[in-house]
């Protein structure tokens, strides 16, 4: 699914896209003011953002909780049987008091402004990818799905193929 979907947005934007191939071939070198795009495509119509990686965070705000292995569980339950039971099962578990340190730490990341889109372990690796990329004469691009929650992937695509007419 992943691969169709990648194809249908870069359809959808492939004039901004265009643009940016053109920007990310200036570069002759990587470095952290190196454009990548950031595609939101929870809604109808997706829209094209253009970050430099150095800010990705800034654009795609980044948790230090969601990755933390007890979250991952509290995810995982919450698919299963809902919040309140994945929440009452994780307190009262083995690891209740160190998964109700990491739940608060969660709240209160979600309190301050926009809500975490991704871990900051999953923008690591996009920052690696864009070097990647780079090398290999791509674009890396980042796109945030519909659902509940989101879902983000990570993708690069050939500045040939976004700039051949």
């Given at each position: 699914?992943?691969?169709?979907?990648?194809?249908?947005?870069?359809?959808?934007?492939?004039?901004?896209?265009?643009?940016?191939?053109?920007?990310?071939?200036?570069?002759?070198?990587?470095?952290?003011?190196?454009?990548?795009?950031?595609?939101?495509?929870?809604?109808?119509?997706?829209?094209?953002?253009?970050?430099?990686?150095?800010?990705?965070?800034?654009?795609?705000?980044?948790?230090?909780?969601?990755?933390?292995?007890?979250?991952?569980?509290?995810?995982?339950?919450?698919?299963?049987?809902?919040?309140?039971?994945?929440?009452?099962?994780?307190?009262?578990?083995?690891?209740?008091e160190a998964f109700c340190?990491?739940?608060?730490?969660?709240?209160?990341?979600?309190?301050?402004?926009?809500?975490?889109?991704?871990?900051?372990?999953?923008?690591?690796?996009?920052?690696?990818?864009?070097?990647?990329?780079?090398?290999?004469?791509?674009?890396?691009?980042?796109?945030?799905?519909?659902?509940?929650?989101?879902?983000?992937i990570t993708f690069s695509?050939?500045?040939?193929?976004?700039?051949?007419?």
């Open positions: 699914m992943d691969r169709e979907t990648i194809q249908n947005l870069i359809k959808q934007c492939s004039l901004g896209l265009f643009d940016l191939a053109c920007a990310v071939s200036g570069h002759p070198s990587w470095d952290l003011n190196l454009p990548v795009g950031v595609i939101d495509a929870r809604r109808s119509k997706p829209k094209l953002m253009v970050s430099a990686i150095g800010t990705i965070n800034s654009t795609l705000k980044a948790s230090s909780t969601i990755a933390h292995p007890l979250m991952v569980r509290l995810f995982e339950r919450f698919e299963d049987v809902g919040l309140e039971q994945a929440l009452t099962e994780m307190k009262s578990g083995d690891d209740g340190e990491v739940w608060q730490a969660y709240r209160d990341e979600r309190r301050c402004g926009d809500a975490p889109m991704w871990s900051i372990e999953d923008a690591t690796d996009f920052v690696v990818q864009s070097r990647e990329a780079h090398a290999d004469r791509e674009v890396a691009c980042v796109a945030i799905l519909p659902g509940d929650p989101h879902r983000i695509v050939p500045i040939a193929f976004l700039t051949r007419a």
